[in-house]
């Protein structure tokens, strides 16, 4: 027996959640963020961890690592010097891309810059058909002077994208090769290894963003694994990935792009890991750190998945848990435009210096010096006494601008909340608009270091049913990668009709994608247990653009029954547009697998409610609603499963404060969480 650590990297606190293997009980921890040295922050913690709870770092049997550097490599634009090898004349697929605007209601709006400029796409001369077939063998002449022209370019290494290559990868494999020879050791990326999905511009993006952050994923990886070893720790870690699950390090360093999000859909998993422990069934995860506030759809414990995430100004084609980030969190700072506007965000105090309450420097107002200010934080010490709150420091850096305004600083402060609320709010209806779902019917459930603090005030815009803050709302992030399920997916294209004569095509593909899932889960990630396998497949009615992911049963496969498939894409496809047609012939473009080898869960008590009401420690004045009024403060130590009280409220604990307004009445569950309801 020993402990299972899970780690998520924040934009100002780096969180850890260990689970004690002898009795499934979790402990926590907050320490700063490190982002002029990512990775130093884990050392610390790690030694923190041995001094605080005598947990030597040679006692941790399992370690997982959600890691933010893959997504900032694209933010900042600073990853490694790309060259593209494509087919000829489709040079400019990243330029073309799909020809949309980031504005639509604005028409100078401006699409971004390709990571890989038009001067570093180079042709190799072959052709390949839709369906696979060889037109025109590849070419080695023109490999050779692409490769010479990327390195004359500076480029530190190239990506292949070819056409067709979803359908046969041949080509691209064979141009790997050549290259491989002619200049050993030179990165090469090949989109039908990245992620083999149809159509050019997504496959070539995806595989462009995988290999723009390898170099420095793979570096920070490096230096992570020999740092860890040096520390005692011997397990080798695993990377929490963007569909939800974890996955060795080696393949981390080889597939980027699998990572990318993987700190956002942490949160998402140990959010509906609590949902559906304690028995909610609708759900909306509201994380929100010191960067950014992530809210994701929850129901009946399952986060819900998609394709197409915005990954800084660029979307990706991988299957990951989807999550709508918005620019507000509680480093955001406020600012003034040039029209004298108040605006809240999107750039970020973060760790360093971080908010100028925290008396690290920091000048610049925040959404968290605005609720320091009005009064509802700075009762306690934040992030495990990690920071220290002084509200005077809030106040100068809001008096920036609250004098222009023409305000006081607490009426200043009042309006940064608005604005960063209604900011959230605007982003998140349109989270709410893609699934369809009516936020009248969820609780958001809050964490992260702001998630509590700003919850019921967006959850009272919205009409929800009001919020839940589990016990350790700070470092759910870190438990929900410790608990993360080993999971990959796996998928082959196929682009035929669903017609008689395709049972053998369907079986053999099924078969082939099956043997790949449980090589990577029984050879690949030392999986000793029973796998759990799901299938789907992307299928439309012919003639239709875009593809419809469907559910459907292996079992259907084996015994050939196309009409059961067929059935399922129609009502599919009814649920989604409210029309389908079963006269329509249709088509089935890829079938794709999901693979997953359960690991283990901590034992959340319930316990027995001993209905009673709280007293608070003591009441402070705080600012809302245009005034000043006295406001009970309670300690979550102190509360106890039962006790129910009413708003206006502040509960501070540990690793967050939770604000609660005068509309909403509070109760504690039977698990220990926060239950805070909004009378309608």
Known sequence: MGFRVGVDVGGSFTDFAILDESDQSVRTLKVLSRPDEPGAEVLLGLRTIEQEYRISPRDITYFTHGTTVGVNTVIQRNGTKLALFTTPNFEDVLELARLKIPEIHNLLSGRPEPLISRDRVFPIRERMAADGTIIEAVDRESVETALQAALDAGCEAAVISLLHSYRNPAHELEVKSIVSELKPGFPIFSSSEIWPIIREYERTITATISGYVQPKVKHYLDRFEEALKELGVVPKPRITRSNGGVMSVTQAKNECVQMILSGTASGVIGASYIAKACGYGKVMSFDVGGTSADVAVILDGQPQYGVGELIGEFQIYIPSVSVSSIGQGGGSIAWLDDLGILKVGPDSAGSRPGPACFGRGGERPTLTDAFTACGFVGHSELGYNAVSVDRSLAEKAISTLSEPLGLSVQEAAEQIIRIAVSGMYTDTSGLVSRFGVDPRDFYFLAFGGAGPMTACFLAREF????????????????????????????????????????????????ASIETRAKRWLFEEQDFEGTPTISCSADMRYRGQSFEVETPIEPAWIERGDLTAIANAFHDRHRALFDHHDVESPVQIISLKLVISGATPKPIIVEQVARPGTPSAEVHVPVFMGGTEVPVPLYRRADLSCGDTFSGPAIIAQDDCTTCVPEEFDIAVDSFSNLIITLRR
């Not at 589990?470 to 294209?493: E, H, N, Q, R, W």
Request: no cysteine; proline share 8%.
């Open 463 to 510: 009409n929800m049913k009001g919020v839940i803050v589990p016990p350790t709302p700070g470092v759910l992030s870190a438990l929900g990668g410790l608990i993360a399920d080993l999971k990959s997916d796996f998928i082959y294209t196929l682009y035929d009709d669903l017609r008689p004569g395709i049972e053998d095509a369907l079986r053999s593909a099924l």
